[in-house]
């Protein structure tokens, strides 16, 4: 299994997160569908004021690129992106690519 970690930033409004929030509690089944098809096992959301980390558990052989970009053309999911958009700190019709950051692994406890 891979492990991607990413963070993003939402608009600094308590309305416009707490509305953010409750899309997540919806996410379209055709988006969740596409998720789990180009190979992503798990995926979560955390949040700290308007800070986002997810993770994204895969399978062993998922290229970053490759099944993101696949992500991407799969049915709803540039509609999902334009929809939570509105939320988020990026420029209009940005990608997922250009709204996420992947982050860098500093530290792992010894196994």
């Not at 416009?16 to 995926?43: C, F, N, S, T």
């Not at 997810?54 to 696949?70: H, K, L, N, Q, Y």
Request: hydrophobic share 40%; net charge negative; proline share 2%.
């Amino acid at each position: 299994m891979k492990r991607y970690c990413q963070t993003l930033k939402l608009r600094d409004s308590n309305d416009l997160i707490a509305q953010y929030v409750e899309e997540h509690r919806h996410v379209w089944p055709e988006v969740q569908e596409g998720i789990k098809e180009v190979g992503i096992l798990d995926m979560q959301i955390y949040i700290h004021e308007n800070v986002l980390f997810m993770i994204v558990d895969t399978v062993d052989d998922f290229d970053w690129e490759a099944d993101m970009g696949r992500l991407a053309g799969l049915p709803r999911q540039a509609e999902w992106e334009e929809h939570v958009g509105r939320f988020q700190v990026a420029a209009e019709g940005a990608s997922s690519k250009e709204k996420w950051v992947l982050m860098d692994k500093i530290f792992e406890l010894e196994k």
